[in-house]
């Protein structure tokens, strides 16, 4: 986990269609990402199913240490926005 908990998380799969073979799935963003990635997260079963299994998946983090919740909805934002994600829902 990472040292700073506030910040903007990514799940990704593999995928050797893509160059390095990760493929990003979901985008989300948490003051305290250490709770927020558990299987009690909302869309948990949605990343199983993409994966092929919880074993399937990876997590890559960008700490945002002392930022606010808009700021780190607006990363998140742009994210979904360039890269469509198949776990995000549009909004």
């Known amino acids: 986990m990472p040292a700073c908990s506030s910040g903007v998380f990514a799940i990704l799969v593999r995928d050797p269609a893509c160059e390095p073979s990760l493929r990003v799935i979901y985008f989300g963003e948490s003051e305290n990402i250490p709770i927020r990635l558990?299987?009690?997260?909302?869309?948990?079963?949605?990343?199983?199913?993409?994966?092929?299994?919880?074993?399937?998946?990876?997590?890559?983090?960008?700490?945002?240490?002392?930022?606010?919740?808009?700021?780190?909805s607006a990363v998140v934002s742009d994210l979904i926005s360039q890269y469509h994600p198949d776990c995000n829902t549009a909004s």
């Open 38 to 72: 558990s299987p009690w997260h909302e869309k948990y079963w949605s990343w199983c199913g993409v994966a092929g299994g919880a074993m399937n998946l990876r997590v890559a983090f960008l700490p945002m240490k002392f930022s606010a919740a808009d700021e780190r």
